[in-house]
């Protein structure tokens, strides 16, 4: 099943259309998730961004730039799954363990890295007609093509979390 709160996130020309109607378009700087997969890209992409922010480029971390977020990682067994969504086992790690100590703890012991499962066909078949009208209009409202997200989605995969991103970015 596909959720309806993804489904409607992904509507982003009615999503930047309200902002345009508060903001001035040269208030709002555009990146595609494509443009910041790759060092040569990300850097390519955020060097306009820190001109438009009037921030020095050159402070750019590559370190912290490599640390991928929301990464898709798997429970390392059945039983912690079972445990880590047991009502009184958060309710005792929240009353009991600092905030961010108990995601590290979850994220080093609880996690392991893994490929992300595929998208069920009929989701993707799914999503790709419901999108294709939603990525004109977002085309057209910001005068450019975007063929990133008119891509197939076969060819999508988000990132599988690694060792590195167990540990918190600095």
């Known amino acids: 099943a596909v959720s309806h709160l993804y489904v409607e996130l992904g509507f982003y020309a009615e999503q930047l259309a309200r902002y345009f109607l508060h ?3 040269q208030q709002i700087f555009i990146l595609e998730l494509e443009e910041l997969r790759t ?14 922010l009037g921030i020095d480029a050159d402070g750019l971390d590559e370190a912290a730039l ?3 977020a929301n990464g898709y990682a798997a429970p390392r067994a059945e039983w912690l799954r079972r445990l ?3 009502h009184w086992a958060r309710a ?7 905030e ?14 893994a490929a992300p499962p595929p998208i069920p066909a009929e989701a993707k078949a799914l999503l790709t007609e419901l999108y294709a ?6 085309e057209a409202l910001l005068g450019r093509p975007l063929p990133s997200l008119r891509r197939t989605w076969a060819d999508f995969a988000p990132p599988a979390m690694t060792e590195t991103a167990f540990s918190p970015a600095p």
């Open 23 to 25: 903001f001035p378009r």
């Open 39 to 52: 060092p040569p890209s990300r850097q390519a992409a955020l060097t306009p961004l820190c001109a438009f």
């Open 66 to 68: 490599a640390h991928i």
């Open 84 to 86: 880590a969504g047991a």
């Open 92 to 98: 005792i790690g929240q009353r009991l363990v600092p």
């Open 100 to 113: 961010r100590l108990g995601r590290g703890v979850f994220e080093r012991f609880f996690l392991r890295p």
């Open 133 to 138: 009208p939603e990525i004109a209009r977002l």
